[in-house]
């Protein structure tokens, strides 16, 4: 079993990256200190190496760039050249073995086939393998090849991989037509010499599309009109804008980039018209050549109109060689694109069995659950068994690009609420693909006549009339809510837009409290470095009483077990022990006495300060011998004044990762999100209401 990988492609453009991405996405799931190495890295002061820079950011990784490559390829080339190819291989063993000390796995990736070793790369490549000790896993491209040309690649790599001697574990086919995918399968599963695992990934087109970020950093254009966000629009073609206006119209399409002389004013006008209209395709960018940016009273006016989805970037060279650059531009991957990786991670999860790559490798857990490792424990177990999530802000921005993460990475299936025509015609725009999801018009639906009656029956005792049933029913949220109560979604996430109380208001009238719980509270799974804990309740209760703070520890603690974190509960006050007097430390006392008369199995303490809870030196001197102080890992705040404001402070002065808040004790579950929400925050979101929904039904 080994401790290390190394992925070695059978030439450029293999979509070796893909399978770097998802197999760190594996590692970094379980194993607390992953490195990443490459042993030769390109030439050149000015960029650094574009696969280490993406694994680093996206994993957090925390070693130098320096420590992450052995040798670059201008020095290696020099060795060889000198008949020193032992040199070149001591030098890559060097700098890996001072990474593998600081390691608990490293995955290796091979050269790029675009260098001076091109000539004898992939044997380069399985040398080097063993001189890490590590076994190797073979990329072949399968793009533009048939059958035939795979089964014969296969073959030659195979037999270079024997005369090396090199341990080899499994294949990857990637980019291959989707017509030929199975059969490939069939002719791996038939040769003889097979490898532990081989997989079959098809090619998918917009991974091989450049963004506008790309196009830009890669002609060091100036953005002259749209956000950071625009940039990251997929571009599907690119047109010379050089016709009159009436041709130009014809030959755009959804996500083109037009190129056209930054002085064509008319052409700029028509293009921008076009995303006011709903009868036009919705480009994606405009790039204006010749270093001619509009006048200051055009710009003026451009920016008066409303924030339209598009990027406006001017350069300096002529509308010809701007389009040949362009073509000339590699597609990457970037860990500032969420969408473009999630389509990536979504697309290898698709193909690839992890649980046989698991097998050929060694990964000892290192017992700490760090927050990469919890986020990617939340997609795998909503994953596992699929949820419907209702998402009743259908045209926030951030909802949509929520839901296009949570489809592309196949998590949950998704409903969202609004008007079918304005929720397409916005994801148009904004160039965002939804089209897994179920939308449903709350003012335009089948489902009105069944759901006013069941909220008339559930609160005609509350004064509510068959009249205004109905009307209650057009409220997204509550649309959403009965969709939960009656089943046709497992659960509901709101509050992007809408306050706390209209997204709660209407579980607390008809789904309600779970026997034996008096209120719904909250928790915030709180991430640090190294271990997940839990605070609660931080978002609901503003003064809850004795019995109130027993329901609140007892649901954070189910909220625990559900998150596979074992709940050790601190009754939090200004007081540990028995040295404290007062109304607020009694409060705590008895919350604590309820929680232990209702639940002897678990391990509580209180009252108890934050530092003994927390600090295992501190929890020797103030309250030796505890189950809890020093070890807790579930924190019940005595007011929501404390727990707001602790979890903030905590959050920003640790860099802690908050998750949440978590609604707790209602039958089915239904989550707020605050109206300051991160795209990343909905999705997260998203999959922990999953997961409780999978509790539900446990």
Do not use: W
């Amino acid at each position: 079993m080994a401790k290390n990988l190394y992925i070695a492609a059978t030439e450029a453009d293999s979509g070796k990256s893909l399978i770097v991405l998802g197999l760190m996405n594996i590692l970094t799931r379980h194993v607390k200190k992953v490195g990443f190495f490459r042993p030769v890295v390109r030439s050149g002061e000015t960029h650094k190496d574009k696969d280490i820079e993406l694994v680093t950011r996206k994993f957090n990784l925390s070693f130098p760039y320096e420590s992450m490559y052995g040798i670059k390829g201008d020095e290696a080339f020099d060795l060889i050249q000198d008949d020193k190819m032992d040199e070149v291989f001591s030098i890559i063993l060097n700098k890996y073995k001072k990474l593998e000390s600081k390691c608990d796995f490293i995955l290796c990736e091979g050269t790029d086939y675009r260098g001076a070793l091109k000539p004898f790369e992939f044997d380069f490549n399985a040398q080097m393998a063993n001189n890490l000790g590590a076994p190797v896993i073979a990329v072949i491209n399968g793009f533009r090849k048939s059958v035939v040309d795979v089964a014969d690649t296969v073959q030659l790599i195979k037999g270079v991989l024997s005369k090396e001697k090199c341990q080899y574990i499994g294949m990857f086919v990637n980019r291959v037509k989707n017509e030929d995918q199975q059969a490939i399968i069939n002719y791996l599963s038939k040769i003889e010499t097979r490898g532990k695992f081989d997989f079959v990934i098809p090619e998918i087109s917009l991974l091989q599309k450049l963004t506008i970020r790309q196009i830009s950093n890669a002609l060091k254009a100036k953005l002259i009109y749209g956000d950071q966000e625009v940039l990251d629009y997929d571009v599907m073609d690119y047109k010379i804008g050089a016709m009159g206006i009436d041709n130009i119209l014809k030959y755009t399409t959804d996500g083109t980039v037009v190129v056209t002389p930054g002085d064509r004013t008319d052409v700029l006008v028509t293009l921008f018209m076009t995303l006011l209209s709903d009868t036009y395709p919705k480009i994606a960018g405009i790039i204006l050549t010749g270093g001619i940016s509009p006048n200051n009273e055009f710009l003026k006016l451009i920016n008066g109109i409303r924030k339209l989805p598009l990027a406006i970037c001017r350069v300096d060279d002529d509308t010809y060689n701007t389009v040949l650059k362009i073509q000339n531009i590699k597609p990457q991957l970037s860990p500032d694109n969420e969408r473009r990786m999630a389509v990536a991670l979504g697309h290898f999860e698709k193909h690839v069995d992890e649980l046989r790559i698991r097998d050929q490798i060694e990964i000892t857990s290192s017992g700490v659950i760090t927050p990469l490792m919890f986020e990617y424990e939340l997609f795998e177990r909503a994953r596992a068994n699929k949820k419907h999530i209702v998402l009743p802000e259908g045209l926030d921005e951030r909802i949509l690009r929520a839901a296009e993460i949570l489809l592309s990475r196949n998590v949950v299936d998704i409903t969202l609420l609004g008007n079918e025509e304005e929720i397409l015609s916005k994801a148009a725009s904004l160039h965002l693909k939804i089209g897994g999801a179920n939308i449903i018009d709350p003012n335009d639906n089948d489902l009105i006549n069944d759901y006013a009656a069941t909220y008339y029956r559930l609160r005609k005792e509350k004064g509510v009339t068959k009249e205004s049933a109905r009307d209650t029913m057009h409220d997204p949220s509550y649309l959403g809510t009965m969709m939960v109560y009656k089943g046709h979604a497992d659960g509901m996430v709101s509050g992007a837009a809408n306050t706390t109380q209209h997204t709660i208001r209407p579980a607390f009238e008809f789904i309600k409290t779970k026997p034996g719980f008096s209120i719904v509270s909250s928790s915030f799974l709180m991430c640090f470095e190294d271990r997940v804990l839990v605070y609660g309740d931080c978002a609901v209760n503003p003064n809850p009483n004795s019995e109130q703070l027993a329901d609140i520890a007892i649901s954070s603690s189910n909220t625990a077990k559900m998150f596979g974190i074992e709940p050790r509960i601190a009754m939090l006050s200004y007081s540990t022990g028995q040295s404290g007097k007062g109304a607020d430390v009694e409060k705590v006392r008895e919350a604590t006495r309820i929680v232990r008369e209702r639940h002897p199995e678990l391990k509580v303490e209180g009252p108890i300060q934050y530092d003994a809870a927390i600090d295992a030196t501190v929890a020797k001197q103030k309250m030796p011998g505890s189950e809890v102080a020093g070890k807790a890992t579930v924190y019940i705040f005595p007011d929501l004044n404390t727990g707001n404001n602790t979890y903030k402070a905590v959050q920003r002065a640790s860099g802690a990762v908050a998750v949440g808040p978590v609604l707790q004790g209602l039958n089915k579950p239904v989550n707020d999100l605050s109206r300051g929400c991160l795209v990343k925050d909905i999705v997260n979101t998203v999959m922990i209401t999953a997961i409780q929904a999978q509790e539900n039904e446990a």
